[in-house]
């Protein structure tokens, strides 16, 4: 079955410390987005990548960083520069032509 | 600039009632619009979405709802709300015309349904 896969489902770090969250997708969308959800917040944008070797900065980058080295791979590293890192990230993915978007089941990125 | 507001944080029913959960957008072009549904701990599944196409959109688990430009609304329904219908629901726009652009997602509407 096609999706998009985030792993791991639950993440613990210590403060002061980079962590990367994976997000993979065999569906053959050309778009890969990442959201940040904060409980009455919504989802708020992070990054975004329309092609492979390209990313944008979306609303609330700062302390974050993406690669897009692979069509089918989107990682986001959390890094320390992050202030409030706690949260759950969802992934998405577009196909080329199309505006809806496709999530994965998230991760929850608890700091401490 | 493209926003979208959901009136009500949240909505209680009971069920087999009427749902109605509300949203507003604004939009600096033709926008595209979607419903979302998000169970606990679980990423967005779409619902439905408005592509320009009929106005009374239809979606999946009975739900519909309805462009109104005029309004600038695009509430979602259900005319029978079941126990399982009990979800967080986000309304989304695209920031442009653009395939592949990034959605503005509302803050979401938690519906919760009483037998």
């Known amino acids: 079955d096609g999706g998009i896969t985030q792993s791991p489902k639950y993440l613990f770090r210590k403060e002061g410390q980079n962590v990367t969250l994976s997000c993979e997708q065999n569906?053959?969308?050309?778009?890969m987005y990442w959201y940040r959800q904060d409980p009455g917040q919504g989802l708020r944008l992070i990054y975004y990548s329309q092609i492979v070797n390209d990313f944008q900065k979306g609303d609330i980058a700062e302390g974050y960083s993406v690669s897009r080295e692979k069509k089918e791979s989107f990682p986001l590293t959390v890094t320390s520069a992050q202030k409030n890192p706690t949260a759950f990230y969802l992934c998405a993915s577009t196909k080329a032509g199309a505006h809806e978007q496709y999530f994965g089941p998230g991760t929850r990125l608890t700091v401490t | 600039a493209q926003s979208v507001t959901q009136l009500g944080s949240h909505v209680s029913v009971s069920e087999g009632a009427l749902v109605l959960l509300r949203c507003n957008y604004s939009s600096s072009v033709p926008p595209y619009l979607f419903w979302y549904v998000q169970y606990p701990n679980q990423g967005l599944q779409l619902l439905l979405k408005?592509?320009?196409?009929?106005?009374l959109v239809k979606g999946i688990n009975g739900f519909e709802a309805e462009f109104k430009k005029s309004e600038t609304s695009f509430h979602l329904t259900k005319p029978s709300a079941h126990m399982s219908d009990a979800a967080e629901y986000f309304c989304a726009v695209t920031r442009a015309n653009q395939a592949g652009t990034a959605l503005i997602f509302g803050k979401g509407t938690t519906l919760s349904v009483s037998s």
């Open positions: 569906l053959n969308h050309d778009a």
């Open positions: 408005y592509t320009s196409a009929a106005t």
